[in-house]
Antibody, heavy 119, light 107 residues
Framework: EVQLVESGGGLVQPGGSLRLSCVAS????????MSWVRQAPGKGLEWVAS????????HYVDSVKGRITVARDNAKNSVFLLMSSLRAEDTAMYYC????????????WGQGTLVTVSS | DIQLTQSPSFLSASVGDRVTITCRAS??????LAWYQQKPGKAPKLLIY???TLQSGVPSRFSGSGSETEFFLTISSLQPEDFATYYC?????????FGQGTRLEMK
């Protein structure tokens, strides 16, 4: 069974940093693109970042470029979201998601980890 | 960026009803569209991809159609477990974008 388990969320002050982790099981992580998608409280879904199987290619939504980095460690079955210079508008549930067969469609999702940026 | 606009944003219906949700793209995206269902407190679930292909395990009462700029998600006979929020998503080009969502509630 495919499982994605996120961790690392919490309360952080504006301007602070946070590292989110996603541990994958039930499939070979090294065979899939992976992504992070976020959802602000009571709002819709927003794609944040994607990373290729070997980590050599990444894509980001404009609003996070220069502040957020997606990374992976296939040997540890893990994907990461390194977040810095956090703003109130980054407050959201962050989901780790697998991309379906190399196509930019999210076929498996974790349960999410909540990031709250507030003083 | 490609904008996706869903209509309606809110829909009230009864068990057994046939409902259709529309997703309009700001430019042509071929059939590069997916639909997701999200229930409160849960992660989204993939229902349909490539505009009309049903994801494995999804009931056949769900169907998708459309191409280029206009897409439809139809539920042929609503079941109690179908009351949720539905999102469309385009994969034609980065940034990947979602529609604003359609909340389907029981009448």
């Amino acid at each position: 069974e495919v499982q994605l388990v996120e961790s690392g969320g919490g309360l952080v002050q504006p301007g602070g940093s946070l590292r989110l982790s996603c541990v994958a099981s039930g499939f070979s992580l090294s065979s899939y693109w992976m992504s992070w998608v976020r959802q602000a409280p009571g709002k819709g879904l927003e794609w944040v970042a994607s990373i290729r199987q070997d980590g050599s290619v990444t894509h980001y939504v404009d609003s996070v470029k220069g502040r957020i980095t997606v990374a992976r460690d296939n040997a540890k079955n893990s994907v990461f979201l390194l977040m810095s210079s956090l703003r109130a508008e980054d407050t959201a549930m962050y989901y780790c998601a697998r991309l379906f067969s190399g196509v930019t469609i999210f076929d498996s999702w974790g349960q999410g980890t909540l990031v709250t940026v507030s003083s | 960026d490609i904008q996706l606009t869903q209509s309606p944003s809110f829909l009230s219906a009864s068990v057994g009803d046939r409902v259709t949700i529309t997703c309009r793209a700001s430019q042509g995206i071929s059939n590069f569209l997916a639909w997701y269902q999200q229930k409160p407190g849960k992660a989204p679930k993939l229902l349909i991809y490539s505009a009309s292909t049903l994801q494995s395990g999804v009931p056949s009462r769900f169907s998708g159609s459309g191409s280029e700029t206009e897409f439809f998600l139809t539920i042929s006979s609503l079941q109690p477990e179908d009351f949720a929020t539905y999102y469309c998503q385009q994969r034609s080009s980065y940034p990947i974008t979602f529609g604003q969502g359609t909340r389907l509630e029981m009448k």
